[in-house]
């Protein structure tokens, strides 16, 4: 079965950094399109980065390009969201989501992450 299991999320200060990680397993990783999504309060789950199974494709939020990288390491069967530079406004909940042709779509449980001074 899949299972994404996502961490690193925590409270920090604007200006700091979070670097999050999502373990997967049930699945053939290196076959995946990984994303990271977020949903803030009161706000519609929005989709923040996405990366190809060999990491030549990456896509970001405006909201977020220059100040989160997501990569991969296939060998780990993880994929990371490195997000630096944060503001109050990047406060949510950020979810893992997975791609395969033969699993569709699944979700991790969510991390929070909290930006406030």
């Known amino acids: 079965q899949v299972q994404l299991v996502e961490s690193g999320g925590g409270l920090v200060q604007p200006g700091g950094s979070l670097r999050l990680s999502c373990a997967a397993s049930?699945?053939?990783?290196?076959?995946?399109?990984m994303s990271w999504y977020r949903q803030a309060p009161g706000k519609k789950r929005e989709l923040v980065a996405t990366?190809?199974?060999?990491?030549?494709?990456?896509n970001y939020a405006d909201s977020v390009k220059g100040r989160f990288t997501i990569s991969r390491d296939n060998a780990k069967n993880t994929v990371y969201l490195q997000m630096n530079s944060l503001k109050p406004e990047d406060t949510a909940v950020y979810y893992c989501?997975?791609?395969?042709?033969?699993?569709?779509?699944?979700w991790g449980q969510g991390t929070q992450v909290t930006v406030s001074s």
């Open positions: 990366i190809t199974s060999a990491g030549v494709s990456i």
């Open positions: 989501s997975a791609f395969t042709f033969i699993t569709g779509t699944n």
């Open positions: 049930g699945f053939t990783f290196s076959n995946s399109v």
